[in-house]
């Protein structure tokens, strides 16, 4: 797919991760949606302008189906075609499983796995009739291997998963692909406050000893919507972590 005016909808675009993807196409020629469930600063909406580029912005919490429902009407009022739909939006709740609570558990299941599936299903429908669209999720490492404390986390990023080869399968009918992405340790506000012991016990699980950062996740959500003959994948960005 030549991405050049074509518009990208980003879930949780507003920093981190999601910000990235967005500068990313918004640099290879795309229009772009940003989202995030209360406030997108001026300066990145400025910033993404600059490369002459329509842009959007949509607040709501994609957990929410009344939510994604007024999301997707706004978007499709202002653009004819979402081409790219990248599902980034999820949060952590990190606790030992004999201390979490339901509560803990459902509230990551709600955004990182029921939130993309809202998501997705609301723009495939939409892709179905112009049988083109191109799908990409965030999971996570995680959800490959799990981790302690994580257990809500691994569960949803592993059901994200799941998800991503499910919907390749039947997007694949309309030419609609879908794949996911699989970060390991990224730098993040959640790195930043980890203690020197902790990052070191972290490095030496990786193999190119260092964190990743949000500007490859996004050079690698790019390959994925401009490679035609992707689907149903799952790609790590985990300096060999898994291997």
Do not use: W
């Not at 490369?51 to 999301?71: A, F, H, N, P, Q």
Request: some cysteine.
């Amino acid at each position: 797919m030549d991405l050049k005016n074509k518009t990208v909808f980003i879930s949780g675009s507003s920093r981190g991760i999601g910000k990235e993807i967005a500068i990313a196409f918004a640099k290879a020629g795309s229009n772009i949606i940003l989202n995030a469930r209360r406030e997108i600063s001026s300066q990145l909406i400025n910033q993404i302008e600059d490369y002459g580029v329509k842009v959007l912005t949509v607040l709501g919490d994609i957990s929410k189906s009344e939510d994604v429902k007024r999301m997707v009407k706004e978007a499709y009022a202002n653009f004819d075609q979402i081409d790219v739909l990248v599902n980034n939006a999820g949060i952590t709740n990190d606790k030992l499983l004999i201390g979490m609570k339901a509560a803990d558990f459902q509230d990551v299941i709600n955004i990182n796995l029921t939130g993309t599936f809202q998501m997705t299903q609301a723009f495939l429908k939409k892709m179905y009739k112009k049988r083109t669209g191109v799908i990409i999720n965030l999971a996570s490492v995680i959800g490959l291997h799990g981790n302690i404390g994580q257990a809500n986390y691994a569960a949803s990023k592993a059901g994200v998963i799941g998800l991503t080869k499910s919907v390749a399968k039947e997007g694949a009918l309309r030419n609609i692909r879908c794949n996911a992405i699989a970060p390991g340790m990224i730098v993040s506000d959640m790195t930043e406050v980890l203690s020197d012991k902790v990052k070191n016990e972290i490095l030496s699980e990786i193999p190119l000893k260092r964190f990743g950062n949000a500007k490859e996740v996004a050079q690698t959500a790019l390959f994925l919507a401009q490679n035609d003959y992707i689907t149903g994948q799952v790609i790590t960005i985990d300096g060999g972590m898994t291997i």
